[in-house]
């Protein structure tokens, strides 16, 4: 006896197709800021894809997929933290985030990689919801709202955390020529 | 140096990665904003370095075309789990003989019971006179029946083959509320199409021990 087997409509592929494609690039992006390793990233986004498709439905539901779909993708990645038994805060270090190259003068370059490196070192002196804020929103320039609804943050918390990680920024950078110290007085850093 | 001068100016000095000038300096010297402006400028511009490199060559649609055939392949075999269980051991089932003809067939209504939010493999045999390459299987369901795997979805069609004899149709169906239900199963083949609907009828719970002893 044959057993007919269910088949996927076509249209949920398609459906799924049109929801995630315009969105897996950043999906990728926000993985890769996520976890500093091209191959990792990739598998994180795989995974989501994986979970996401029984989901092509409620996808349809969502109002603002972009920031839903990286919620997905930041669930995905504590799952996969969870378990490997890894803390999240020895992973999330953004240490290996590549330099812009936008000119072939090679003192240019040199200059550029070393300031490059610096920011680098700066970030990785943030905590990880810091560091979070800075990749979202400072860097990839997604608005606070977006972000709220990804990292599941009250807006009101994460404009405080955008005032305290930039001043710290700042102040790791010296990137205010005059008395950053008494600016930012009264708060540790790292 | 105003303060409108003087973002300007920093502006350009950010930009071209050069130091202030002597008179931006002074100003930022003596003014909040404009200091304030100074170092957030300067951190976007610094935060701008960082970026991440390009996935593989084709690794977006090599990840959407796994999570659909991924997809597939589940669905596959847990149907094919529920339809070998269904064969060996589930007694309820309904056959009809399908002949492909021309005509609009309304096969009579069949009847099954399923218990409420229990899911129960039903299963439909299908007896084909020939083999047929590309049939088109649509399933409708009652508002309070559930198809596994298609949550909410009221009407499921594909494609299939058909072989010659009998073709097993396994639908593992939930029962949502202890309503009356059905659904239809419709075999399309060119402009022939056949039909098999189904009243699905909630399982009366048995009564208590306590009741009937009273």
Known sequence: ????????????????????????????????RLLRNRADAEDLVQDVLLKLYPRT????????????????????????????RRSVTTVVQMSELELVDPVQDPERQLDL?????????????LNHDQQLLVALHLIDGYTLEEVAQ????????????????????????????????????????? | MNCTEAQVAIRAAIESETGLAAATENHVATCDDCREDYGDRALEHALQLQTVPPPRDGFVDQAIASAIHNAAMVRARRFGVAASIAVISFVLGV????????????????????AVHEGKTVRVVINSPSEQDSAMVTIELGDNLELAGFP????????????????????????????DSHFQVTLSFGSSRKHVRVLVRPAVPKPALSQVKA
């Open chain 2, 95 to 114: 056959a009809y003989r399908s002949y492909y003809n021309s005509e609009l067939d309304q096969s009579p209504y069949a009847q099954v019971t399923l």
């Open chain 1, 113 to 125: 990689a070393q300031s490059s490196e610096r920011v680098r070192g700066a970030i990785s002196r």
């Open chain 1, 150 to 190: 990804v990292l599941d943050v009250p807006l009101g918390t994460l404009k405080s955390r955008l005032h305290r990680t930039r001043a710290e920024l700042k102040k790791i950078l010296q990137l205010e020529p005059f008395a950053t110290n008494e600016r930012v007085n009264g708060h540790e850093l790292y």
């Open chain 1, 57 to 84: 439905n409620e996808m349809a539901q969502v109002r603002d997929l972009k920031p839903w779909l990286l919620r997905v993708v930041y669930h995905q990645f504590i799952d996969t933290l969870r378990k490997r």
């Open chain 2, 152 to 179: 909410s979805e009221h009407r499921i069609q594909w494609q299939t083959s058909l072989s010659e004899g009998k073709n097993l149709l396994a639908l593992p169906l939930t029962l949502t509320d202890p309503s």
């Open chain 1, 1 to 32: 006896m044959k057993i007919l087997f269910f088949e996927l409509p076509a249209t949920q592929s398609k459906r799924f197709d049109a929801f995630v494609r315009p969105h897996a690039l950043a999906l990728y992006k926000f993985a890769y």
